[in-house]
């Protein structure tokens, strides 16, 4: 039986088969004055050192020997859940199964470096390090699988209605991080096929915003696809942020439109919720309803603060539904939030919001 791990630090266990991506993370996180980080090259190594010492996070290859990292994953949440963030390649294989890790559990996902520690970019090490302490912040709980698609949109739906038809005069902006993408989903299942436009910003590398989207897809009324540079904002639509671009709005005569674009990290994040809220307050104003889900550290607090005092709606998620309550805490302190909600009230927000608005106007 694993000890009990009472330590300030945050016991990081990294489980990946290539000595190279051991020997990076090692590296990398044990820069930190608060992690402790040891290694395993397969799931029973990991098993075994478990016992040990119980880590606080786990981070997890997918594909190794003797047992793969999904069944290690299944595991882990059945037995005694940790906190798991997927380290898999971008490869088309990889992103489909770190998607299904994250039905199974796992908060979060990594990239996995390609080159050695000297190689290793700021920018990745920045946002490794980050992933691995909101992690260590998340609680966690038995549960089954909570992401398994419910049953498929019917076929017609998939036929995208003509822009013209659908633009949307108001505009939802989303933002999330660890432990996002189950609120995200239990939002949008629950919102009828006519709702407001919708954009979202969660923090996911590169290439796996598109995976997470087409998912999201196949398992909402809604469409949901990963947001490309010039999408007009419509209504049943949602649109992610790729990973490692910014999206912002800007309105057009007669429309709302995304823009996609590079930039430096903006609150240790790209992409940045502050960079999509704060184009929103300036597009959209009290046209716009800004909503910040569970995730660690303060990207979006300013922003849903600006989004307020342009008049538009402003919501937080409460504490008791968060699996870690940074953005919204931070959001609330600041002003930020007109409203804290429980996750399963801030759909019904959501589907009403366009209409409640009209009414007021």
């Known amino acids: ?10 016991q990081v266990l990294v489980v990946d088969d290539s000595a190279v991506v051991r020997q990076v993370m090692q590296a990398v996180l044990s820069q930190e004055s608060d992690m402790d980080v040891s290694v395993a090259a397969d799931p029973i190594i990991a098993l075994h050192k478990m016992k040990q010492v119980r880590p606080h996070v786990i981070v997890l290859d997918l594909e190794m020997p003797r047992m793969d990292g999904l069944t290690f994953l299944r595991q882990v949440m059945t037995e005694d859940p940790i906190p798991t963030l997927i380290c898999s390649s971008v490869a088309a294989r990889g992103t489909a199964t770190a998607i299904r890790a994250l039905e199974e559990g796992a908060i979060g996902i990594v990239n996995k470096p390609k080159l050695g520690v000297g190689s290793f970019l700021h920018e990745s ?20 699988s909570l992401l398994a698609p419910q049953k498929p949109k019917p076929a017609a739906r998939k036929i995208a ?27 949008l299942r629950a919102l009828p096929e ?9 923090h996911m590398p590169e290439l796996f915003t598109a995976a997470f989207a087409k998912w999201l897809d196949a ?6 696809k990963e947001a490309e540079d010039g999408d007009h904002v419509r209504r049943g639509w949602a649109f992610v942020a790729p990973g490692n671009r910014h999206a912002t709005v800007c309105r057009g005569s007669a429309h709302f439109s995304i823009c996609v674009n590079d930039g430096p990290l903006v609150s240790r994040h790209r992409p940045s919720v502050n960079v999509l809220f704060r184009s929103v307050a300036q597009a959209a104003g009290r046209a716009a309803l800004g909503v910040i889900l569970t995730g660690m550290g303060d990207d979006g607090a300013e922003g849903l603060l600006e989004m307020r005092q342009a008049g538009a709606c402003t919501v937080a998620q409460n504490e008791a539904t968060c699996i870690v309550f940074g953005m919204p805490k931070e959001a609330i302190r600041r002003g930020g939030a007109e409203k804290v909600l429980p996750l399963g009230a801030i759909s019904s927000v959501l589907a009403t919001f366009a209409g409640a608005e009209e009414k007021a106007g």
């Open 194 to 202: 006519d709702s407001p436009g919708i954009v979202i910003v969660q």
């Open 161 to 187: 209605p003509a822009p013209a038809a659908s633009h949307s005069d108001h505009i939802v902006a989303m933002g999330a991080s660890t432990g996002g993408t189950e609120a995200l989903v239990q939002i």
């Open 125 to 144: 090490a920045v946002m490794l390090i980050d992933a691995v302490r909101s992690a260590a912040s998340a609680r966690m709980r038995r549960r089954a």
């Open 219 to 224: 398992s909402c009324t809604i469409h949901v």
């Open 1 to 10: 039986m694993a000890h009990d791990n009472a330590s300030p630090r945050i």
